[in-house]
């Protein structure tokens, strides 16, 4: 039985896809001067909020604002759009793509708050969105999880949920399944010292060889933040499989993917 479960979440997680397939994950998504639809447009995969809780909302921005936008709620940037755009699209953020997406919302501070109001505001979508439970998972157009101040004991308590965690890399081996942790974050510098100056060192690429199999083992998608915006990075983390590429610059890096796909 526990096979069957892991052979589920492989193939929701797209484990046969690892190779080919990185997920573009939009870093600070909200700072473009379109949020979420200039990462659609670019055709990426995944997109990142960074939340606040101030009077009773979830505000997006990368530093706690002083006078918080209404429109610059999760709700308005990126709940009600996505909604509207699956909905518009059959179920689907992309048309004619089933290719899992994802909203990686960050929790600044206040983790548990935050927690408890992300369920309620999640509740109006649940029909649009990844549930999970203690043994399996139900797949929606888009998959959340949250990384940050992760309330990290009382969202395994919820035995059915719309929210996942971002794991680490010292979850790895700790018996966290898929449903509860489909994602495996560090930074990068954490893992690899090299930045794309000559060739990686063997011992650089043999460390980043490991991280990516050890979180590949266990069905989960591995993400480095704040690596070097540099294609030769870009090449290397392509190579080893890395599952999300993080960036800025979202056109860039949709024509570095583009280049390696007309190069098979």
């Given at each position: 039985?526990?096979?069957?479960?892991?052979?589920?979440?492989?193939?929701?997680?797209?484990?046969?896809?690892?190779?080919?397939?990185?997920?573009?994950?939009?870093?600070?998504?909200?700072?473009?001067?379109?949020p979420l639809t200039d990462?659609?447009?670019?055709?990426?995969?995944?997109?990142?909020a960074d939340v606040y809780l101030i009077g009773g909302d979830l505000f997006v921005a990368h530093e706690r604002p002083g006078?918080?936008?209404?429109?610059?709620?999760?709700?308005?940037?990126?709940?009600?759009?996505?909604?509207?755009i699956i909905q518009k699209n059959g179920g689907k953020v992309y048309p004619n793509d089933t290719a899992p997406f994802f909203l990686m919302i960050d929790i600044k501070t206040q983790g548990e708050a935050v927690y408890e109001l992300l369920k309620k505001q999640l509740a109006p979508y649940q029909s649009m969105l990844t549930r999970y439970t203690d043994k399996d998972m139900q797949y929606g157009a888009c998959t959340v999880?949250?990384?940050?101040?992760?309330?990290?004991?009382?969202?395994?308590?919820?035995s059915v949920r719309y929210i996942a965690l971002d794991g680490r890399p010292g979850d790895i081996g700790k018996g966290y399944t898929v449903s509860q942790m489909p994602v495996i974050s560090d930074s990068?510098?954490?893992?690899?010292?090299?930045?794309?100056?000559g060739p990686i060192p063997v011992t650089e690429q043999q460390r980043l060889n490991d991280l990516v199999a050890a979180v590949h083992k266990e069905g989960k998608r591995l993400r480095l933040w704040a690596s070097p915006e540099s294609v030769d990075v870009w090449k290397v983390l392509?190579?080893?499989?890395?599952?999300?590429?993080?960036?800025?610059h979202l056109e860039e890096l949709s024509q570095f993917l583009k280049a390696q796909a007309e190069r098979k």
């Amino acid at each position: 039985m526990k096979h069957f479960f892991i052979c589920l979440s492989l193939l929701f997680f797209g484990v046969s896809a690892f190779a080919q397939n990185p997920i573009k994950h939009a870093h600070n998504d909200y700072e473009h001067p379109h949020p979420l639809t200039d990462a659609l447009a670019a055709g990426f995969h995944s997109v990142e909020a960074d939340v606040y809780l101030i009077g009773g909302d979830l505000f997006v921005a990368h530093e706690r604002p002083g006078q918080p936008d209404t429109l610059r709620n999760l709700r308005n940037l990126y709940l009600k759009p996505l909604a509207a755009i699956i909905q518009k699209n059959g179920g689907k953020v992309y048309p004619n793509d089933t290719a899992p997406f994802f909203l990686m919302i960050d929790i600044k501070t206040q983790g548990e708050a935050v927690y408890e109001l992300l369920k309620k505001q999640l509740a109006p979508y649940q029909s649009m969105l990844t549930r999970y439970t203690d043994k399996d998972m139900q797949y929606g157009a888009c998959t959340v999880f949250i990384s940050g101040d992760r309330p990290f004991s009382t969202l395994l308590r919820d035995s059915v949920r719309y929210i996942a965690l971002d794991g680490r890399p010292g979850d790895i081996g700790k018996g966290y399944t898929v449903s509860q942790m489909p994602v495996i974050s560090d930074s990068y510098a954490s893992q690899v010292k090299w930045f794309g100056k000559g060739p990686i060192p063997v011992t650089e690429q043999q460390r980043l060889n490991d991280l990516v199999a050890a979180v590949h083992k266990e069905g989960k998608r591995l993400r480095l933040w704040a690596s070097p915006e540099s294609v030769d990075v870009w090449k290397v983390l392509f190579d080893a499989k890395v599952d999300f590429l993080n960036t800025d610059h979202l056109e860039e890096l949709s024509q570095f993917l583009k280049a390696q796909a007309e190069r098979k």
